[in-house]
């Protein structure tokens, strides 16, 4: 069974920093191509970045280019979104998601205030 398990959301200042984390079951994480979503509140979800199956390539969000970074840990089969430069504007519930199927977890929220 496919599980995906979002971690690491919290309240931050605005130019604050977080790492979500997206724990992986079920299938192997390295051979997969996923992404991280996010939905703000009152708005549809939001693609931010995508990596793929071999980690050739990385790609993002005009709106977080520069400030999040994905990656993976093979090894844990995990998933980190870090997140830099934080603003209001990024305040939402953040997802991983198996791109192939779509399954994502339950979410983890930031919040981005002063």
């Known amino acids: 069974e496919v599980q995906l398990v979002e971690s690491g959301g919290d309240l931050v200042q605005p130019g604050g920093s977080l790492r979500l984390s997206c724990a992986a079951s079920g299938f192997t994480l390295s051979n997969v191509t996923m992404s991280w979503v996010r939905q703000a509140p009152g708005k549809g979800l939001e693609w931010i970045s995508t990596?793929?199956?071999?980690?050739?390539?990385?790609v993002y969000a005009d709106s977080v280019r520069g400030r999040f970074t994905m990656s993976r840990d093979n090894a844990k089969n995990t998933l980190y979104l870090q997140m830099n430069n934080l603003k209001p504007e990024d305040t939402a519930v953040y997802y991983c998601?198996?791109?192939?199927?779509?399954?994502r977890g339950k979410g983890t929220q930031v919040t981005v205030s002063s």
């Open positions: 998601r198996k791109v192939d199927t779509g399954n």
């Open positions: 990596i793929n199956r071999g980690s050739a390539f990385t």
